[in-house]
C-alpha cells in the first residue's frame, strides 16, 4: 500500500470514527426557547463525549491509573467491516453501519434493537432518551437529507424532517437544543456548494433559527464539495465549519450566539475536516490540507489567533485533539513512518510530554489518556508513564477514531467491525 494510500485511509477513520456524547437528566422543554450554555452529564452520547467536543469525561471515577492495568476483554461482538462506535449511555451501545443504526446491551453485548434508513448515516446523537439521526440517499439533485428522531429506548419513530437537494451532514445537541448542518449542492452550470446551520426544536424538529454559511464555492465536482458541519458549542456560542472546496480551501470557522444565530466573528483555516474543540478558553483545530498536518488555537470569544504546531514531517496527518483542564492531547503520523502521542499546554502549546508509535484519537478520563490504533493504550495524564496497553486482536487494528471511556468501562472497535468491551477483572 503506497503512502498516500495508507494516509488516506487514516484520515477517512478520523474523520468517520468520531464518536458519541454525553446524557442529560434535566428534561426538555417543549418551547423554542433555547439555553445559553452546554451541559454535562454521565453517560457518552455524541461525538467528543460532550457538546463542546472534548473528548474528556470528568465523571469517569472507577478506572484510575492505580487500577488501569487490571482491565481485561468483558465481551466482544462482530458488527461488520465500515462499522463505526458512536455512543455509549442508558444500558446501550450505539453503532451505525452503512445505513443501518444498531444497539446492544452494554452489559453483555446482546443485541437489543436495530433501525434502517434509505441512505447511509453522517452522524448522530443522543439527548433526553430521543436518539438523532443525520442520514442521506440519492445522488445530485435528487439527493435527499433526512433528520430522524427516534425513542432510545427501542428505536420507536417519533419525526422525521426532510431537505431535498441536500444534506444533513452533523447533528448535535446540548442542553434542550438541537444543532443541524446541511450541504446544498447545485449545478448550474457549475457545481456550487453551500451551507446552512441551524437551530431546532428537539421535540417536534421545527427550525428555531437558521444562518446560511459564506457565499456559495465553486466545485469541479460533487466529490470536492466537502460538508457542512461538524458543530460544537460552549458557554452560548455555537461553532461551525462550513464548505470548502479543491480550488478554494479556506474553510471558514464561524460562531454565533447559540441561542438566537446572532453572528460573532469568522476564521478562515485550510484544515477542512478539523472539528472545533472547546475548552481552556479556546477553540482547537487538528486537522489536514494537502498532507499538511496541523493544530491551530483560536480565542473562544473573539477568534483572535493564538500558537500553531505543524507536523515536522511531509505528508502528515493529524488527529483531533482532546481536551483536558491545561492540556491539550493529539496524535499525528507522517511519510517517514514515526507515528506520535502528544500533550501539550494548552495556553502556550508547549510540549509536556510525548509517546512515540501512537496514532489515534485520544481520549481523557481520571487523570488517565487513551488512545487506539495499533493497539490499545492508556498513559498517566500528568507525565505520559504507560499504564495499561492491549495488543491489535488477530481480526485486525483497533480503529484510529476515539475509544469510549464510561462508567468504568472502555468501548473500541476494529476497522473490521469487531467490538470490544473492557471492564476491570473480579
Not at 447545485?186 to 427550525?207: E, H, I, L
Not at 493529539?330 to 513512518?337: I, N, Q, R, V
Request: charged share 15%.
Amino acid at each position: 500500500m503506497n503512502v498516500m494510500h495508507r494516509l488516506l485511509i487514516r484520515r477517512i477513520a478520523l474523520i468517520t470514527g468520531l464518536l458519541a456524547m454525553d446524557q442529560a437528566t434535566a428534561g426538555s422543554a417543549d418551547t423554542n426557547r433555547l439555553p445559553n450554555s452546554s451541559s454535562l452529564a454521565v453517560g457518552w452520547n455524541q461525538a467528543g463525549f460532550d457538546a463542546r467536543h472534548s473528548s474528556y469525561n470528568p465523571y469517569e471515577t472507577l478506572l484510575n491509573a492505580g487500577n488501569v492495568s487490571q482491565l481485561s476483554v468483558v465481551w466482544k461482538t462482530t458488527i461488520g467491516d465500515g462499522a463505526t462506535l458512536r455512543a455509549v449511555t442508558g444500558g446501550r451501545v450505539y453503532l451505525t453501519i452503512g445505513n443501518r443504526l444498531v444497539t446492544l446491551q452494554a452489559g453483555d453485548g446482546a443485541p437489543a434493537w436495530t433501525k434502517s434508513f434509505q441512505g447511509d448515516v453522517a452522524s448522530m446523537a443522543i439527548r433526553n432518551g430521543r436518539v438523532y439521526v443525520a442520514s442521506n440517499h440519492g445522488a445530485g439533485s435528487q439527493r435527499v437529507g433526512t433528520l430522524t428522531a427516534l425513542r432510545a429506548d427501542d428505536g420507536t419513530l417519533l419525526w422525521t424532517k426532510l431537505r431535498r437537494g441536500a444534506e444533513f451532514r452533523y447533528v448535535l445537541t446540548s442542553r434542550d437544543a438541537l444543532y443541524t448542518a446541511v450541504t446544498r449542492l447545485t449545478k448550474s452550470p457549475g457545481y456550487t456548494c453551500r451551507a446552512t446551520v441551524s437551530a431546532r426544536n428537539p421535540v417536534t424538529g421545527k427550525p428555531v433559527w437558521s444562518r446560511i454559511g459564506p457565499p456559495p464555492v465553486p466545485a469541479d465536482s460533487p466529490f470536492f464539495c466537502y460538508a457542512a458541519g461538524p458543530l460544537s458549542e460552549r458557554d452560548g456560542v455555537l461553532y461551525a465549519r462550513f464548505p470548502c472546496t479543491e480550488r478554494s480551501c479556506l474553510s471558514p470557522l464561524k460562531a454565533f450566539t447559540a441561542n438566537t444565530g446572532a453572528p460573532l466573528w469568522r476564521k478562515d483555516d485550510a484544515k477542512f475536516d478539523a472539528v472545533p474543540v472547546v475548552g481552556n478558553g479556546a477553540v482547537y483545530l487538528g486537522g489536514n490540507w494537502s498532507y499538511v498536518a496541523s493544530v491551530s488555537q483560536y480565542g473562544a470569544t473573539d477568534g483572535a489567533e493564538g500558537w500553531s504546531w505543524s507536523a515536522p514531517d511531509a505528508f502528515a496527518s493529524a488527529s483531533q485533539p482532546a481536551v483536558a483542564p491545561g492540556k491539550l492531547f493529539f496524535s499525528w503520523d507522517g511519510d517517514s513512518g514515526i507515528a506520535e502521542l502528544k500533550a501539550v499546554s494548552s495556553r502556550t502549546g508547549a510540549d509536556a510530554w510525548s509517546q512515540a508509535g501512537y496514532f489515534g484519537k485520544p481520549t481523557v478520563a481520571n487523570g488517565l489518556v487513551f488512545v487506539a490504533g495499533q493497539g490499545l493504550a492508556a498513559f498517566k495524564l500528568a507525565d505520559g508513564i504507560p499504564a495499561w496497553t492491549h495488543p491489535s486482536p488477530d481480526g485486525g487494528n483497533f480503529a484510529a477514531s476515539e475509544v469510549i471511556v464510561v462508567n468504568g468501562r472502555l468501548y473500541a472497535i476494529t476497522y473490521s467491525g469487531n467490538v470490544y468491551a473492557f471492564g476491570l477483572s473480579p
